[in-house]
């Protein structure tokens, strides 16, 4: 039998749309560089990429493109000024790689409304665009939890200071119980992710594998589904500002720590040096990655960029 010519010649398949997002536990630490960075080198690869800042209320995104403010935000957006999120997606000048600035004119975009961050998350999977990739705010608030737990390929940024590895740790203990309660059906499954949010809590849960075992304990299939929903929460650790060997190691003891305890199958996906040509982009407003190609951070961004595409980690040996 003779084949169709839809048969014979079949139309290449579109890549997946993927988001992915770039947490931090606390501010200072170059997130938001970094995230304009991997962005860019996307683009260079051929994706179609859009930047959301959604470090809400502390938006700054556009300038570590060397952009100026955007005409239209994502505070547009949220206020329903505009109808579409289409509407607020705006050039960056690189091909193929766009920029959706942060609500930073709107006071309170850092504590919008749960069915406001409702909207914007089902609007922007709608975005025709093979990678949306999200410039998440410090810390643990909700909205930035819940923009990272939304994430295929979920990002935490940490340098070398005993704050940040702490603080880093802590936001992906906190996303893991975030995820946890998002998924418990019943009500006294809630209680216990409930009772377990406290270090000090009176039933002794003090680990996700503890509460797993009390869950266990009163519904097997309730159990079975929250170490699933464990199962796929894979967060990626990048650590930046590294200036020497054993700033490196940092990434794989963060990776061992989630695994003994959390539970959590953690990856390291790479690091990138200090590197003064970064701070003399930023000083004069652009991108290092355009201003220093040749720079070691920028070489760095292109190779934690490709593992991150492939999904590889990096091995003990580095």
Not at 14 to 32: F, L
Not at 296 to 308: D, F, K, N, P, S
Request: aromatic letters at 6%.
């Amino acid at each position: 039998m003779a084949l169709s010519v839809s048969e014979a010649f079949p139309a290449p398949r579109a890549p997946r749309r993927q988001i992915w997002s770039v947490g931090g536990g606390k501010g200072g630490i170059g997130k938001s560089l970094l995230t304009a960075s991997i962005g860019w080198q996307l683009a260079r690869m051929g994706r179609k990429v859009v930047l959301l800042d959604a470090d809400l209320g502390g938006a700054n995104l556009h300038t570590c493109l060397g952009l100026p403010p955007s005409g239209r935000s994502l505070g547009d957006f949220i206020q329903r000024r505009v109808g579409a999120i289409e509407d607020v997606v705006a050039a960056t000048g690189a091909n193929g790689l766009s920029l959706i600035s942060g609500a930073a004119d709107l006071l309170s975009a850092a504590n919008i409304k749960h069915v406001q961050k409702q909207r914007v998350m089902s609007h922007v999977r709608s975005l025709e665009v093979d990678v949306l990739l999200i410039d998440l705010g410090a810390g643990t608030s909700f909205n930035s939890l819940d923009f990272f737990l939304l994430s295929e390929v979920s990002i935490l940024a940490v340098v070398p200071e005993p704050t940040s590895i702490e603080n880093g740790y802590r936001f992906i203990k906190s996303a893991l119980f975030r995820r946890l309660r998002t998924l418990a059906k019943s009500e006294p499954v809630r209680e216990l992710v409930d009772t377990a949010l406290d270090p000090k809590n009176a039933a002794g849960i003090k680990t996700p594998l503890d509460l797993l075992a009390r869950v266990e304990a009163i519904d097997r299939e309730a159990a079975e589904e929250l170490r699933r929903g464990v199962a796929a929460f894979q967060p990626r650790f990048v650590v930046n500002q590294v200036r020497d060997e054993s700033d490196v190691a940092i990434g794989h003891q963060l990776v061992a720590a989630c695994s003994r305890h959390l539970g959590l199958r953690a990856s390291y996906a790479g690091f990138v040096h200090h590197d003064d040509a970064v701070w003399q982009a930023v000083r004069r407003r652009r991108l290092f990655m355009t201003e220093a190609p040749t720079s070691r951070a920028a070489e760095e961004v292109r190779q934690l960029t490709r593992a991150l595409v492939k999904g590889e980690s990096l091995g003990a040996g580095y």
